[in-house]
């Protein structure tokens, strides 16, 4: 229930091409939806993050997708970068809580 | 931009010694946060701190593991008698609300290596 499923595991994307990257939940009472980027050797920094009342949350090449139903967001990023190259968290929580539930991250490479 | 600072960077420590991990939050925070990860794992959440005392912690932070804010500044979390399993990186984090719409945001993290 506590869990965040992130799929795919590593992801090799084209200079200029789209990466997308999913995640899944369980828990309901989830309400917080961010995403995070880490480089090597540094800490996760936060990227995007989305409530459950909009579908949609873009900033600049990177757009976070929701489905309420479905219980799932993804994190497209258009126009991938090499300095996009990083590994990739989704992470929820829930109101009243400070605990971030973090999904097991994706090493993207965007090969230039 | 203000950052989270922790130190050491890297700390070795043998099995059975306690360790004391070092945060400097963001100096108008009032929430604080460790967090551990594994190598090749996910990064997971081990307690949250204000006021002076824990506000809520995982099934990970058992006995072995305190928290402290000696200071102003500082934000602490010691490890009392180490375990092979401990090495990991830690993260401290901080925000200014518990609201869920207040980021945490991370330091560079502490990687703990027990021997």
């Known amino acids: 229930q506590q869990q965040v499923k992130q799929s795919p595991q590593s992801l090799i994307v084209q200079k200029g091409g789209i990466s997308i990257i999913n995640c899944a939940y369980e828990?309901?009472?989830?309400?917080?939806f961010p995403w995070y980027q880490q480089f090597p050797g540094k800490g996760p920094a936060l990227l995007i993050a989305?409530?459950?009342?909009?579908s949609e949350k873009k900033e600049g090449r990177f757009t976070i997708s929701f489905n309420k139903s479905a219980k799932q967001f993804s994190l497209h990023i258009m126009d991938s970068q090499p300095g996009d190259s990083a590994t990739y968290f989704c992470?929820?929580?829930?109101?009243?809580?400070?605990?971030?539930?973090f999904g097991k991250g994706t090493k993207l490479t965007v090969n230039p | 931009e203000p950052e989270v600072t922790q130190t050491p960077s890297h700390q070795v420590t043998q099995m059975g010694q306690e360790v004391i991990l070092r945060c400097v939050p963001i100096?108008?925070?009032?929430?604080f946060y460790w967090y551990r990860q594994i190598l090749g794992q996910k990064v997971e959440f081990l307690v949250s701190?204000?006021?002076?005392?824990?506000?809520?912690k995982s099934e990970i932070f058992d006995d072995q593991f305190s928290v402290e804010r000696p200071d102003g500044s500082n934000f602490t979390l010691k490890i009392r008698s180490t375990k092979l399993e401990d090495s990991a990186m830690y993260f401290c984090?901080?925000?200014?609300?518990?609201?869920?719409?207040?980021?945490?945001?991370f330091g560079d993290g502490t990687r703990l290596s027990i021997l």
């Open positions: 984090a901080s925000s200014l609300d518990r609201h869920s719409n207040q980021p945490q945001h």
């Open positions: 828990n309901t009472a989830f309400d917080y």
């Open positions: 989305i409530r459950p009342d909009v």
């Open positions: 992470a929820a929580s829930k109101g009243g809580s400070e605990k971030l539930v």
């Open positions: 100096s108008n925070h009032l929430y």
């Open positions: 701190f204000y006021n002076n005392e824990i506000s809520e």
